[in-house]
């Protein structure tokens, strides 16, 4: 099976800019979370899309926003960015529903704003 | 937003010493989870644990899910170079929305 992917790898921006991440998740896997990793501040809560819902958020800005489409896979997007937004983006792929709550992470995304 | 507590934050240790962290919680688990990052990669799912009680191994690595299930224990045993980087638990349930709860992390450092 696939693991999760996430597209770009790297990507680099001038604050104001808008920026779209995307995520694959594994096949068969209905729920998306998204994380931000900053050093040493370990794995801060984006929101998750479960079939394509949001079902939970965590407590960032509204410039961060996020979609999901009938085939599972995953965008974030972060408008107006900020030289603080400067992060590694993970998003983590999981059945979503049952017993099961393992989650799976992608690569992630390094986002640099300058 | 809601974290756990989990210690130590930092371990340099010699390789083939024996490593002990943990994960506390005053909210009780279905779930615990163990993963480690490696620099500038995504984190990898070592052990997941569903009972309370449960001790579970894979490989040198072995954790246990409380049985209070406000707790868990991640045990490396006889540690090499490449168990460098930092660990991760995570807690699971139902009731919080399957959201799960994050440590901020353990980051293991071994003297070769």
């Known amino acids: 099976k696939a693991g999760v992917t996430q597209t770009p790898r790297y990507l680099i921006k001038t604050r104001g800019q808008q920026v779209t991440l995307s995520c694959s998740p594994i096949?068969?896997?209905?729920?998306v979370s998204w994380y931000q990793q900053t050093p040493g501040q370990g794995l801060q809560f984006l929101f998750e899309?479960?079939?394509?819902?949001?079902?939970n958020k965590g407590n960032f800005p509204g410039r961060f926003s996020g979609r999901q489409f009938s085939n599972s896979r995953s965008e974030m997007n972060v408008s107006t960015l900020e030289l603080g937004d400067s992060a590694l983006y993970l998003c983590a792929s999981s059945p979503g529903a049952g017993g099961n709550y393992e989650q799976y992470f992608g690569p992630g995304t390094r986002l640099t704003v300058t | 937003g809601q974290q756990l507590n989990q210690s130590p934050q930092s371990m340099f240790i010699q390789e083939g010493e024996d490593v002990s962290m943990n994960c506390t919680s005053s909210s009780i688990f279905n779930t615990w989870l163990w993963y480690k990052q490696d620099p500038g990669e995504g984190p990898v799912l070592l052990i997941a644990?569903?009972?309370a009680g449960e001790l579970t191994s894979n490989g040198r690595l072995t954790a246990q899910f409380g049985i209070t299930r406000k707790d868990s224990f991640l045990n490396i045993s006889a540690s090499i170079p490449s168990d460098v980087g930092i660990y991760f638990c995570a807690g699971g349930n139902a009731g919080n929305n399957r959201k799960l709860i994050w440590g901020l992390g353990t980051s293991l450092a071994v003297n070769p």
């Open positions: 644990l569903y009972k």
């Open positions: 899309y479960f079939s394509e819902t949001q079902r």
């Open positions: 096949s068969g896997h209905r729920s």
